[in-house]
């Protein structure tokens, strides 16, 4: 999968992360399992993003500007995670 796939959980910790997430995100993504968002990625507007969809219960389609070496801009999309009952655990990033 090309796409970056992140998921964390309703306290802003990182259930999973792709390979791809890791890469655009300068993460390592063994490591990023359990940790905080604010933790692994610093980046305040992909934070912002995740606490909207937290709060708002909303999907979300932002764009999000990514510095590290170089600009990168990306297009996130987000939503709320559910589980088997239908009840919000998180939110999903790609």
Do not use: C, W
């Amino acid at each position: 999968m090309m796409e970056g796939v992140l998921a964390v959980d309703s306290h802003e910790r990182i259930i999973s992360m792709n390979k791809a997430a890791a890469q655009l995100l300068g993460a390592q993504q063994q490591d990023s399992q359990g940790r905080y968002i604010q933790e692994t990625i610093r980046n305040v507007g992909l934070q912002g993003i995740i606490s909207k969809i937290l709060s708002s219960h909303q999907t979300l389609d932002d764009p999000v500007i990514l510095r590290f070496e170089n600009k990168r801009y990306l297009q996130v999309r987000g939503t709320i995670l559910r589980d088997a009952q239908d009840r919000a655990i998180g939110a999903l990033i790609v």
